[in-house]
């Protein structure tokens, strides 16, 4: 797979208008706490990020998963950049798969003309999994693609994250610390 996963993820999540997302989360003044439609899937992200939603799901077999229409949302500074892969964008994908092995096919992922960076794992109370980070992309930013399972083996499904920024600093470890879903 290519970066070109990103722009079928936003098409797949785009079936509703754009939305202006206002809420903000009191606890952490530089962040925007997004819920998606169904209110099962929320988020942190940096406050700049958080200017517009498409929070009506996903289809997680745009990443090679069991099709079917899942809880998910895309938000970002710029929707309407977000699927050029070489449009400078701020901006997370999220998508719940109950079905399949989702890091096996975040380890799949290729983006070519991204340099590969290296991976990590994530690790907090409540996911683990890889994280793999691309740099040096068209857009002239980053690339994070990760594969979160509920820490502890509980019963909630996977959850499939993207995280495209621009710059230098990574905010990917706090948006996936901030992730909830029900």
Known sequence: MTLAVAAVLAATAAA?????????????????????????LAVEVPAGWGR?????????????????HQPGLVVADDLSRWPDLTAAVDGVF??????????????ALQHTGCRYSGSHTFADADWHGPVRVWSGCPDGGSVTESALSPAGGG???????????????DATDGILRSLRVS
């Open 16 to 40: 509703v208008a754009v939305t202006v997302v206002v809420q903000r989360d009191d606890g952490a003044p530089d962040g925007v706490r997004i819920t998606d439609a169904t209110g099962r």
């Open 155 to 169: 019963a909630r499904p996977q959850v499939y994250v993207q995280v495209r920024q621009r710059g230098a600093g």
């Open 94 to 107: 999220v998508g719940v798969s109950p079905h399949g092995d989702v890091a096996a096919e975040v380890k």
């Open 52 to 68: 517009e939603l498409r929070d009506s799901g996903w289809d997680p077999r745009a990443l090679g998963l069991t099709a079917g």
